[in-house]
């Protein structure tokens, strides 16, 4: 069956059929589908295009094939067709005969398939949050459990100063806070109502679109009829919070993929998400991590792929549009994944706190603290940089820690030696304690952010109405 025969001659070379049919991934939006089409029905009903049996006909046959795809998740095996719209209006004459013709009176899939998107736009970025939310409850729980533990802090991935182990935790915490805010702004554009732009120029009939929209769900009607079926906004923009969730969610998992390498030794994955060595009996890979990682990177192409189908096309509908659909279901099901798998790496993950403090002294984390202490007795910071620095050449040159230092070699780079000095180069306690800032790693400061990080945590939860 096709919903344009009339203008043809002949069929189709079964290869383009094959080649332009979108079913096997719009089928996803059977549900959509029906839904819009039921209401719609009611509204040409309401509009007196149809009359109030062959509406009651229409609504009928059209639940009745809701609860069949709903009772049979495996509804769509053996079945083909050009795309969902096609089958369910197939699907329906079946069942209601003739009337089934008068289904389409006003709409196009034009209309038809933009406003399935958005809904699914809107359902995706909620499942989206929800996964988030247990990400960030997972980071949060780690912080709280360690909010003491000393980790070494790298810029340039070189030792650099000792930071809270909650801290660096909580950093990623406000990256998949801001993707949470994204994927809100991103549903509340996505929340307008595309039915009744017809094909492009907008229906003929008198639908009321307004009470339409309500129906729907949709926060208000799309105001322009060209824009409401030919830009796929809504699309690109969930990938783009997706593709840069999955940034976040790739840095993550680096991060974790060297802490566990036995020369750094911090932390440990839990046997659950790594894998073995088919030939190295010692292995243990962190596989869950590299995954992560790896489908970020195919992400980010769906992304570029979607934007490059759009740069080119004239307004309004071109058939190009069928391809948000793979980019779309990928992306948001490639990230769920991820964020799901983070969660419960994140949540298992075992820490070693000794190996990240032997690191703080052996990569002088406290060097910025003798030079700040020295400053704090009048030395200016460029001469106190200076002897500092030429101390840690020295004790690099003899394979030794600011530990391993007698008072009378230290006196020769650092003049102002004493016992204060000594404890400041090897406590990385007080280094943290020091950064007492809005922002900084000093304990107090860290457990502020976790303060305000379970209210977020307790918010979302709060607001997200569980998946159903
Ligand atoms: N499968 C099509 C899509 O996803 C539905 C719309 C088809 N419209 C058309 N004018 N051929 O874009």
């Known amino acids: 069956m096709k919903l344009w025969g009339g203008r043809f001659r002949g069929r189709r070379d079964p290869q383009f059929e094959n080649f332009s049919e979108s079913f096997s991934l719009d089928q996803r939006f059977v549900l959509y589908d029906l839904r819009v089409n039921f209401a719609y029905v009611n509204a040409l ?21 809701c609860r069949k795809v709903q009772r049979n998740p495996r509804w769509a095996r053996g079945q083909a067709a050009e795309d969902v719209h096609t089958w369910v209006e197939r699907e329906l004459e ?22 399935e998107t958005r809904l699914y736009v809107k359902d995706a970025t909620l499942e989206l949050e929800r996964a988030l939310a247990e990400l960030l ?68 009939f008198p639908v009321n679109r307004e009470r339409l929209a309500r129906e729907l769900g949709f926060a208000r009607v799309a105001r322009n009829s060209l824009d409401a079926t030919s830009e796929r906004d809504a699309v690109t923009e969930l990938l783009f919070a997706c593709a840069l969730c999955m940034v976040h969610l790739s840095r993550w998992a680096e991060d974790l993929i060297i ?53 080119g096309l004239p307004l309004a509908y071109n058939r190009d549009l ?20 983070a969660a419960r790496v994140t949540a298992t993950l075992r820490l070693h706190p ?36 030429k101390l840690v050449r020295h004790c690099a040159a003899e394979g030794k820690t600011f530990q391993g230092l007698s008072a009378g070699e230290a006196t020769k780079f650092v003049p102002a030696w004493d016992a204060k000095l000594q404890a400041v180069a090897v406590s990385p306690e007080r280094s943290v304690a020091r950064r007492d800032v809005i922002g900084g790693t000093a304990p107090r400061q860290v457990a502020r952010q976790i303060a305000r990080a379970e209210r977020t945590v307790a918010e979302l939860r709060r607001k997200l109405p569980r998946a159903g």
């Open 45 to 65: 009903g309401k509009a007196r295009v149809l009359k109030p049996p062959e509406v009651r006909r229409l609504a009928a046959g059209l639940e009745a094939l």
């Open 94 to 115: 079946r069942r209601v005969g003739d009337v089934a013709r008068k289904l389409r009176t006003g709409r196009s899939r034009n209309d038809l398939v933009a406003t």
């Open 137 to 204: 409850a997972a980071l949060l729980g780690q912080a709280r459990r360690h909010l003491q533990v000393v980790l070494p802090g790298y810029t340039h991935l070189q030792p650099a100063q000792p930071i809270l182990f909650s801290h660096y935790l909580l950093a990623y915490f406000e990256m998949f806070d801001r993707d949470v805010g994204r994927l809100k702004d991103c549903c509340a554009r996505a929340d307008e109502l595309p039915m009744g732009a017809g094909a492009l120029a907008g229906t003929a």
């Open 259 to 311: 802490y566990s390498s036995p020369g750094f030794g911090y932390v440990e994955l839990a046997d659950a998400y790594s894998t073995g060595s088919s030939l190295m009996p010692q292995k243990k890979n962190p596989d869950s991590l590299e995954l992560i990682r790896g489908r970020a990177g195919t992400l980010l192409g769906k992304l570029t792929g979607m934007l490059a189908v759009m740069k």
């Open 322 to 341: 069928q391809e948000d659909k793979d980019a779309l279901f990928a992306g948001v099901d490639a990230t769920l994944g991820a964020l799901t798998m």
């Open 354 to 389: 000794k190996r990240m403090k032997a690191m703080t002294q052996q990569g002088f984390l406290m060097a910025t603290d003798l030079a700040d202490e020295l400053v704090r007795r009048g030395v200016p910071f460029a001469e106190a940089h200076e002897q500092v620095g």
